[in-house]
């Protein structure tokens, strides 16, 4: 279909292109202006003014007609009719085909007569004529169809039915005698009468539905369905399509069962609003009908509609008395329902006509909600004078215009960035293909345009017929958002495809999270800037205090919490978007085929894949699309507002969905899509319970950041050549490995003489290769996206709102550029604020820049600093000749920071006064496996505490070297006895190789997991025999079990119980899904270490900003000014102690027994039994005192 219409050429292009942001069919009244132009001065309507536009047109091309034909008649003329006939057909012929260029006349004919020149120019002036006719008779044809699209409109709003159908039989004759005798009665009077007679007990299919059951409970399945479309439809003013739906679902029992009281109260509200009182009681007759009695949102949705309409006083009275007997209270409707302020005004208008002395109630004062945590005691208790909470190096005016540019980058939903990508040389090819990509977009932008007015007549043909339909989801966004952001996903999507599946999704949550921009603009400037007098350098506030109390103090208002659409619906919103796309994309097939006819083609294909042993679609792009892509090379990016940082300080959390990004709603705990048991947990949860996490997310995300240029643009310059894998700089697709060729080619695989051995090893060669260069572009683009965003935040301050996961580990919002990154990302980011080193800086930025190197793990801080100044030749370098000198930096674990901190030495030590020196530089602090150091704890083992730096010492002690040694031990013993892979293995056991299974083996890896990680070590060994990587990888991952197991008996026994807690009684709230015993019982115990080493991180972030301390952490690597690092060193270790002086693992043994084993239905199983013996046998700790961990100088180093 979309072919047929690309061939109509481009007289079809200009009739099928609408304005951008042009409503569909059904758009609301007010946007038709985009249609009709630009408003005018005339009195007259749009329409009108067209058509005197036109009938004075017509009456002047009659004029200038009439004109023609005497001339004609005088003779001057001498052109036959049927000359002007061929001239005008020529003039045609641009709509048919395309323009054609005026023949121009020969050399002989200037000494033409005169009657020659009149004739060449009466038939100019036909031409002309009948141009202009043909222009005008166009323009008649378009502003018809306007006329008749406004005329189905109101067609199509007639056929929507309000009446309801009522199943009782009294009832439906009590409606047809009340609309029969409406001139006596009016419906003030009928609403009156019909709350006295509703039901004072709700059905048992309302009492069953959850959202009747209180705030917390949640919609399921259709319900769900149901009511985001109601929603939908009052946000995009399609009240009367919700009413016909709902009128529809209520005639039929079965369909009416899912209905609830949240339904008929949202159209109520609706209609409410609107002052239309008739349709309002059509709704409360259902409700009856249904067997459901109104509540507080019930009255107050009648009475605000009373209100409006400037009711008399007796009918309201007769609503407030029955609202008194149904057992309401009149305060609550200012209390506990949600209401706008006009609504507000509107209902207490209506109240006072009935009681003219009644006051609202004052909002009531939340009583004071303390943390009772023992172990933010100090951080709640009464403000200490002595408390210095940081403040930005920024003043209010700086701040204040800061927020008004996120503002506006909110506001507008996306960004564009300027790539990297090196620059190309516009050669004509370059030139060609960027000229072709703009003209197929601006093809695509008419295809779509066309394509979603047809989608939304479908489904809003679906909708009359009172089924549930996509339609009031198209409606959210105008028709230029939707093309904008459909055009973003075809130039966004990779060379091999996308899952449909993960298309879809992405493409309906982003409809979601555009639905609302919050028109409280104006309110949260007045608002923020308050705020910002915490912050702001130059501004004071009465008492110092946290920023979510200071936000909560000014009065700002919780905004309602919006339920997330159905997974069904978001999927299928983005399915629908997806084929909307599939159906409006295509290109010549010229593109593809030189000497192919000029047909279009698709530009996206659906093709079927397996991954994972499972067959899934994919979207792909076609090869000569991205080739397109790739000629053209274009310069710019697009990214989501809430992918980048943000510029200007986070929204301080204060809620589970409140906090952040100022207009961009987001969820305080990261989840799957989808699954809700989370979110459920946390609106549960007391706020006062949830303080410790809010204001930690809070802290983290109030750091300001900015660019380390130097080191910038040195990794520009690699990414523009050809990359460094070795430094971490992705290397371009031109360097990817390319197909075999000569006798390893794939297509020898053909060939008959080849046996199936030498085919096997061909597929394996080829899937290698393919495999590296796909990981390769993974890579490349990853890169990509961070050094534009790098670059386009250069010079500027930003920030990194941050969230958790459900362990309790935060993550900054923004995917691409963050300081959780790699050592390049981390290496390319500074603090915005400075601080002075003072007199102990400079030494532990040497410290740390010998700790970025490897070297010296298990020497003292002093050898450290001693090693730094032996080396401050080859620091200073580095730092003047990164690239052209020595290039010691080059040789580090982590290069590039190392880099980073070289530069940050060479300008502390040639300052005049180093201690004076303003350093942005962050110093790390980072645990000594912290997991283990968490287990060592709990279990108070001597031994594990001392192999992990709990106990104080004189040098630092590394677990993975202990390791590694042991494993060489056993190793030994073992090639003594012949072994043969232990033979192979000698001289190659090192801490590097063994270093990630330790530190992942008390997060749950398996065996398998450590077989292949220690796989990937042995295979960066040049040196190693890689016939014997299996083998090796196989013995050296069972020799590391035996090692941990004999180095931490205590630690594992308590890992091994730990396992056991989580057998399968199922908490989730999908009761009729069996959990995965084995994921179950692996996943419990690293889940739950890291949820200490959370909790172990915000109490120090909390009491560091308490300190007036800058403090970001990469989870168990904590980061501070060098001049602080002393200070969070000494809060660090005593937050470690008073976490592990809690009883921890008895608290978790009864949480578990009071949520598993305390139901009496099952207390006689004997698998519950089982259970509770686990659970009740807490291991018995050791001897280890904890204050010790307080002096323990290597505990973080």
Known sequence: MSAVRWGRGAAGFGRALWPAGTPGLLAEEGALGGVWGRKRSSTASPCEQDRRKDWGHAELLEVLKARVRQLQAEGMAEVTVKRVAKRVAVARAPEAGGAQPPRQAPAGAKGAGAKGAAATLSSRWAQKLDSDQQLMEKRKQRLEGKLQKRVEKGAWQKQLRLEPRLLSRKLASQLQHWEQGAPRSPWEEQLAQLLQEAPHRLSSEAAAAPVDRGPESRLEGQQQRLLSFFECCLLTGHLPLAHHVLVTHHSKS?????????MYN????????????????????????????PDLQSYAAALQCMGRLDQDAGTIRRCLKQMAQDGLQLQGLFTAVPLSAEERAELLRAVRKAKPAFTPPRPPVPPPQVNTSPLLREIYAKQDPAVSYPRLHLSLKELQGLFQQQLRVEMATTITVESVEKVPLLTKEVLHA?????????????????????TKENEAHAAREGRLSLFPYLCLLSEKEVVRMLLQTLQALPAQGESLLFLAHELGLRVFKRKQLRNEVQELEQRYSKYLHLLASDTQVAEPCLPRQHWEALGVPEAPHEQPWPMSVVVQLGKQLAEVLVRAAQMPSSLAAP????????????????????????????????????????????????????????LPWTSPHSGAFLLSPTKMMRSVEGSQQHQLLLERCPPAELHGALDALTQLGNCAWRVNGRVLDLVLQLFADKGCPRLGVPAPPS??????????????????????????????????????????????????????????????????????????????????????GSDLARALLEFAQGRPLGPHGLNWLKIHLVNLTGLKKRESLQARRDYADELMEDILDSADRPMTGRKWWMEADEPWQALACCMEVARAVRAPDPAAYVSHFPV?????????????????????????????????????????????????????????????????ISRKVVKQTVMTVVYGVTRYGGRLQIEKRLREIHDFPQDFVWEASHYLVR??????????????????????????????????????????????????????????????????????????????????????????NQVCREQFVRLHSQ???????????????????????????????????????????????????????
């Open 254 to 262: 079965q369909q009416q069962r899912l209905l609830t009281l949240s």
């Open 924 to 988: 790390h602090q980072d645990g000594s496996c912290n997991g283990l150091q968490h287990y060592a704890a709990l279990g108070r083992d001597s031994v594990g505490a001392a192999s992990v730096n709990l106990l104080p010492s004189d040098l630092p002690q590394d677990v993975y070297s202990e390791v590694a040694a042991q494993v060489e031990v056993f190793r030994r013993q073992d090639a003594e006895q012949g072994v043969q892979v232990a033979q192979v293995l000698e001289g190659f």
């Open 1143 to 1197: 009883p921890i693992l008895h608290n978790l043994s009864r949480f578990l027994i009071e949520r598993f084993c305390s139901d009496p239905r099952t207390s006689k199983s004997i698998w519950v039994s089982r259970l509770m013996d686990t659970l009740l046998s807490v291991p018995k700790t050791g001897t280890f005192n904890l204050e010790q961990v307080k002096h323990s100088t290597y505990f973080f180093s």
């Open 434 to 454: 960027r000229k072709t990509l703009a003209g197929l977009r601006t093809r695509w932008r008419t295809a779509l345009y066309r394509e979603l007015q047809e």
């Open 266 to 293: 949202m159209v109520m509200l609706g209609w409410a609003r609107q002052g239309s009182f008739k349709e309002l009681t059509y709704v409360f007759f259902m409700l009856k009908d249904a067997g459901l009695a």
């Open 735 to 820: 360097e990817a490995p390319r197909p075999p060729e000569g006798r390893r080619a794939p297509n020898r695989c053909l060939l008959p003489e080849v046996s199936p051995a030498e085919k096997a090893e061909m597929r394996r060669e080829l899937a290698r290769r393919l495999k590296v260069a796909r990981e390769m572009q993974s890579l490349r683009a990853d890169a990509l996206y961070r050094l534009s965003l790098a670059r386009h935040l250069r010079h500027r301050v930003f920030w990194l709102p941050h969230n958790m996961d459900f362990r309790g580990r935060t993550y900054p919002c923004s995917p691409h550029f963050n300081h959780l």
């Open 1039 to 1128: 020799q590391v079990f035996n090692s941990l197991q004999e180095m931490f008996s205590g630690t594992r026994s308590i890992q091994i119980k730990g396992g056991l807690q989580s057998l399968t009684f199922s908490s989730s709230v999908d009761t009729s899904q069996k959990p995965n015993t084995l994921k179950q019982k692996n996943g419990f115990p690293p889940n739950f270490i890291h949820s200490l080493d959370s909790s172990h991180m915000m109490l120090t972030a909390l009491h560091c900003y308490r300190k007036g301390l800058t403090f970001v952490s990469v989870h168990d690597c904590f980061w501070t000014h060098a001049a602080d690092v002393a200070v969070m």
């Open 595 to 650: 000497r192919s006819p000029g047909t279009l083609i698709p530009v996206l294909y659906h093709v079927y894949s397996f991954r994972s042993f499972r067959q899934i679609g994919i979207l792909k792009p076609h090869p000569a699309f991205t080739q397109l892509l790739e000629t053209a090379a274009e310069r710019t990016l697009t990214f989501e507002s809430t992918d980048v940082p943000m510029l200007c300080p986070p």
